[in-house]
T-cell receptor
Framework: EPEVTQTPSHQVTQMGQEVILRCVPI?????FYWYRQILGQKVEFLVS????????KSEIFDDQFSVERPDGSNFTLKIRSTKLEDSAMYFC?????????????FGPGTRLLVL | GDSVTQMEGPVTLSEEAFLTINCTYT??????LFWYVQYPGEGLQLLLK?????DKGSNKGFEATYRKETTSFHLEKGSVQVSDSAVYFC???????????FGAGTRLAVHP
């Protein structure tokens, strides 16, 4: 069964450093998303991406964040200068977009720890 | 704005007990409703969904019915197993390919 994959599974970084989180969405999907879950809190939407541009972003997704689809398979989230409060689990998701099926399928997540 | 409220956990049950996890929502329009499950150390997996009022989603013995009149989507299972121990998230999709709005999650612990 096709699935969303994410790398790395864990990342530890120093405050102020740049990190790139990588995702490979399900191959025929057209809509891509990033969410995050701070430990013990609810899952929060960050950004959605379609047709090579951002379609919606939340207040959390400020200028420190960017997304990119550098090739036909990867979808990346970059945090330019990490802060302590960026420590969270980051989930990538994708949805079909062609058949009216809007269900979002999630990857296993990247746990980011900022020290 | 749209929101989802779930009952607080943790919910602790013995094996074979009946499970209900309450979920209510506030939304404009006609959202789709989802239950996702997060097993320890893993990501979010879609458990079931319903796309319109009175639809019942079901999977792996779990069921939830989309009740527009009570704005609810309660998750039920007749007989839980230890392997059902996880965090369960109710979520709302406003329609189209927009963001999902999640509830806070309810941790379920099932003991033998």
């Amino acid at each position: 069964e096709p699935e969303v994959t994410q790398t790395p599974s864990h990342q530890v970084t120093q405050m102020g450093q740049e990190v790139i989180l990588r995702c490979v969405p399900i191959s025929n999907h057209l809509y891509f998303y990033w969410y995050r879950q701070i430990l013990g809190q609810k899952v929060e939407f960050l950004v959605s991406f379609y047709n090579n541009e951002i379609s919606e972003k939340s207040e959390i997704f400020d200028d420190q964040f960017s997304v990119e689809r550098p090739d036909g398979s990867n979808f990346t989230l970059k945090i330019r200068s990490t802060k302590l409060e960026d420590s969270a689990m980051y989930f990538c998701a994708s949805s079909d977009g062609t058949s009216g099926e809007e269900t979002q399928y999630f990857g296993p997540g990247t746990r980011l720890l900022v020290l | 704005g749209d929101s989802v409220t779930q009952m607080e956990g943790p919910v602790t049950l013995s094996e074979e007990a009946f499970l209900t996890i309450n979920c209510t929502y506030t939304a404009t329009g006609y959202p789709s409703l989802f239950w996702y499950v997060q097993y320890p150390g893993e990501g979010l997996q879609l458990l079931l969904k319903a796309t319109k009022a009175d639809d019942k989603g079901s999977n792996k013995g779990f069921e939830a019915t989309y009740r527009k009149e009570t704005t609810s989507f309660h998750l039920e299972k007749g007989s839980v197993q230890v392997s059902d121990s996880a965090v369960y998230f109710c979520a709302l999709g406003p329609g189209g390919y927009n963001k999902l709005i999640f509830g806070a999650g309810t941790r379920l612990a099932v003991h033998p």
